[in-house]
């Protein structure tokens, strides 16, 4: 316990799966969190669910430059800087054909995936740079290593974030802030509940086809991708940047 005493943090997708398991073991691990998200409702819920003064809620829409600067002044303002970054949020777009993708909602994937996650790097790199260094974390996906069929858009952001990862660890090594991105195969959460949905009714039945894609043959939890994330979020990851974290059962092996 204790990896994080008095580091400061904010997690973006705060009201999501993966967010909420974030910020509970953040918490847990002795952080302070800002915890991000578009929707209030779901913050107050897991703010109210970690029933604790170390995690607080900011309504933010990461594809606002404002608002990003407005989630790490928040930090800042309420606990003192920033050490730890985790642009986590994300959408999975629609489940089509290529051919078939309607461009709006290819440019909306993009704008929350890929420009959400710059615009958060621009701000938040600035403040940490001010502590002496800290971590960013971006979560990625194995649709980021790999083409996934169906989801061209969400495979395409997930690539992209890599390369952001990549140029942002060589940029920030000299002031010391470690830049890595965690890459989760299906995990347990309600944005896999409707990509399975977007590919059939049968949702059970494809719930089961990708599971035995997976040598471990089950979905992760969010807490299992969670545990990485606090990893490189840790000082016991000080000498990895540049990284991308397989977090996937082997499914990408």
Same mark, same amino acid.
Request: contains cysteine; proline residues 3%; charged residues 20%.
């Given at each position: /316990?204790?990896?994080?005493?008095?580091?400061?943090?904010?997690?973006?997708?705060?009201?999501?799966?993966?967010?909420?398991?974030?910020?509970?073991?953040?918490?847990?691990?002795?952080?302070?969190?800002?915890?991000?998200?578009? @929707?209030?409702?779901?913050?107050?819920?897991?703010?109210?669910?970690?029933?604790? &003064?170390?995690?607080?809620?900011?309504?933010? @829409?990461?594809?606002?430059?404002?608002? &990003?600067?407005?989630?790490?002044?928040?930090?800042?303002?309420?606990?003192?800087?920033?050490?730890?970054?985790?642009?986590?949020?994300?959408?999975?777009? @629609?489940?089509?054909?290529?051919?078939?993708?309607?461009?709006?909602?290819?440019?909306?994937?993009?704008?929350?995936?890929?420009?959400?996650?710059?615009?958060?790097?621009?701000?938040?790199?600035?403040?940490?740079?001010?502590?002496?260094?800290?971590?960013?974390?971006?979560?990625?996906?194995?649709?980021?290593?790999?083409?996934?069929?169906?989801?061209?858009?969400?495979?395409?952001?997930?690539?992209?974030?890599?390369?952001? /990862?990549?140029?942002?660890?060589?940029?920030?090594?000299?002031?010391?802030?470690?830049?890595?991105?965690? &890459?989760?195969?299906?995990?347990?959460?309600?944005?896999?509940?409707?990509?399975?949905?977007?590919?059939?009714? @049968?949702?059970?039945?494809?719930?089961? &086809?990708?599971?035995?894609?997976?040598?471990?043959?089950?979905?992760?939890?969010?807490?299992?991708?969670?545990?990485?994330?606090?990893?490189?979020?840790? +000082?016991?990851?000080?000498?990895?940047?540049?990284?991308?974290?397989?977090? +996937?059962?082997?499914?990408?092996?």
């Amino acid at each position: /316990m204790d990896r994080l005493n008095g580091k400061v943090a904010v997690i973006t997708g705060g009201g999501g799966g993966i967010g909420r398991a974030a910020a509970a073991l953040f918490v847990a691990e002795g952080a302070n969190v800002v915890l991000v998200d578009i @929707d209030e409702r779901a913050l107050a819920e897991v703010v109210s669910e970690i029933g604790s &003064n170390q995690v607080s809620a900011f309504v933010a @829409d990461v594809t606002s430059a404002a608002d &990003n600067a407005a989630m790490v002044a928040c930090a800042e303002e309420r606990y003192g800087g920033l050490d730890i970054f985790l642009a986590n949020a994300g959408i999975e777009g @629609d489940v089509a054909p290529l051919i078939d993708y309607d461009e709006a909602r290819f440019d909306q994937v993009m704008n929350v995936n890929v420009k959400g996650v710059f615009l958060g790097l621009q701000s938040a790199i600035p403040a940490l740079h001010k502590r002496g260094g800290g971590s960013i974390v971006i979560t990625s996906s194995i649709a980021g290593v790999r083409g996934a069929p169906g989801i061209a858009a969400y495979a395409t952001s997930k690539h992209a974030v890599i390369g952001l /990862m990549r140029s942002a660890a060589k940029e920030c090594a000299a002031m010391n802030i470690r830049v890595n991105t965690v &890459n989760p195969s299906p995990v347990e959460t309600p944005m896999m509940r409707r990509i399975e949905q977007g590919i059939s009714e @049968d949702v059970e039945q494809v719930k089961l &086809n990708v599971a035995q894609d997976i040598p471990m043959n089950r979905y992760a939890e969010p807490e299992d991708i969670a545990r990485v994330m606090l990893f490189l979020a840790s +000082d016991e990851s000080s000498w990895v940047t540049g990284s991308v974290n397989m977090a +996937d059962g082997g499914q990408t092996a």
